[in-house]
Nanobody, 126 residues
Framework: QVRLVESGGGLVQAGGSLRLSCAVS????????MGWFRQAPGKEREFVAR????????YYSDSVRGRFTISRDNAKNTVYLQMTSLKPEDTADYYC???????????????????WGQGTQVTVAS
């Protein structure tokens, strides 16, 4: 069983920054590709970013590319999401997720991830 615990959410003004963390335990962290998703009230869960096992290859949604950076520290069993130039439309619950498949053509789909955290709330005030 893999356990994921997110932290770092909060309230921030538009244009500000936040860094989310996701601590992973239970299995070998480096065996998993990691993703971040978000879900705003009344909307479906949407893909934000993904990082493959070695931490070199990353993928982003168009809405966050250039503003968000996903990274991982395999020694600390943690994946991060650095968010800058935040906008009110970034307001959502943010979830990290783990996939045992390193390369996936459907990396943007929640169905491609086996394990999920409980989420952390991010609110961007205008």
């Amino acid at each position: 069983q893999v356990r994921l615990v997110e932290s770092g959410g909060g309230l921030v003004q538009a244009g500000g920054s936040l860094r989310l963390s996701c601590a992973v335990s239970g299995r070998t962290f480096s065996d998993y590709a990691m993703g971040w998703f978000r879900q705003a009230p009344g909307k479906e869960r949407e893909f934000v970013a993904r990082i493959r096992r070695a931490g070199i290859l990353t993928y982003y949604s168009d809405s966050v590319r250039g503003r968000f950076t996903i990274s991982r520290d395999n020694a600390k069993n943690t994946v991060y999401l650095q968010m800058t130039s935040l906008k009110p439309e970034d307001t959502a619950d943010y979830y990290c997720a783990a996939s045992p498949v390193d390369y996936s053509g459907t990396y943007y789909s929640p169905d491609s991830y086996d394990y999920w955290g409980q989420g952390t709330q991010v609110t961007v005030a205008s």
